[in-house]
Nanobody, 121 residues
């Protein structure tokens, strides 16, 4: 069983900062790319940031210059550092990871349950 658990969400004023964390646990042979997505009420889920197993990163245009994604491969964690938060950043944030559970497996996509980020104006 593989689990991804996010933490670090909360209520913050516009212009503030939050750091989200996500920990992968369970039987895993390797972890590939890790991502952060978000979904605002009434909106489709969107990709916010992606980091490869080697550390290459991609950020959505809407968060470039404000958000940073990083990972700790020894602890099976991915982070999303968010600065200069705006009300439009309000959403449930989900982490996902490409995980190979056993050496002969293909990579599978796993998701966390989400953490709420609310930015007040």
């Amino acid at each position: 069983q593989v689990q991804l658990v996010e933490s670090g969400g909360g209520l913050v004023q516009a212009g503030g900062s939050l750091r989200l964390s996500c920990t992968a646990s369970g039987n895993m042979f390797s972890i590939g790319a890790m991502e952060w997505h978000r979904q605002a009420p009434g909106e489709q889920r969107e990709l916010v940031a992606r980091i490869s197993s080697g550390g290459s990163t991609n950020l959505a245009d809407s968060v470039k210059g404000r958000f940073t994604i990083s990972r700790d491969n020894l602890k099976n964690m991915v982070f999303l550092q968010m600065h200069s938060l705006k009300p439009e950043d309000t959403a449930v944030y989900y982490c996902s990871a490409e995980i190979k559970r056993f050496i002969a497996d293909d990579l599978g996509s796993y998701w966390g349950q989400g953490t709420q980020v609310t930015v007040s104006s």
